[in-house]
């Protein structure tokens, strides 16, 4: 899969967070190349999905460098959010859940369409599929166009454990992470646990994989 002609990898330490960074693949680019053609979007109101530690942070990230805009945590959204809106463009809710005031919500869809601005809402679910107590919010959220980041394909999950175990100064053999690709389960979680696990291994040791 890969040239592995240089068998050793070794890197300096840098917690590489920069949107530079993100890690393109024919999982998630379609979503980075529909933010990158704001404000040439079909809809105002647009939900990305994915699983957890799947990459919509980091998306939002660049999109709001590039954009601007006013990001909102979910369950933090109060009438002060709502007051500002009209200062913003874009505004983004990240991870959205059922555990978020619906009437305030509902109040934020109303101001965006009447104000012809931007939403972007980061979820784990689709909203549609989020149990909603409120007709009416249900079926405003029935005009979002949808967004999912897929599945994690060879090419991405080479890119994550090579990225994330640089980042942690961990030297790995390129045909180790081949060997990995292969076996472990397409899942972003899955990925980050075993990273995760790897790391304090490596230091118990004290060389590299």
Known sequence: ?????????????????????????????????FLDRWPKWEKNFINII???SSGKTHLINIFI????????DAQSLN???????ELYENIIIEDLTSN??????????DLIEQNNKYLIITSLNQVVHINFKLPDLRSRLKSFLLLNIEQPDDEL????ILKNLSDRQISIDKKLIDYIVKRIERSYS????????????????????
């Open 1 to 33: 899969m890969r040239d592995i002609n240089q068998t050793i990898i070794k890197f300096d330490y840098d917690k590489n967070f920069k949107n530079t960074d993100f890690i393109l693949s024919r999982s998630n680019k379609h979503i980075y190349d």
């Open 50 to 52: 994915g699983q957890k």
């Open 65 to 72: 460098e590039k954009y601007k805009g006013k990001r909102i």
């Open 79 to 85: 009438e002060a959010d709502l007051n500002k809106i």
């Open 100 to 109: 978020i005031n619906e009437n305030l919500l509902y109040s934020l869809l």
């Open 157 to 160: 999950i080479f890119g994550i």
């Open 190 to 209: 899955k990925i980050h646990n075993f990273i995760y696990k790897i790391d304090p291994l490596s230091l118990k040791k004290k060389k590299s994989i």
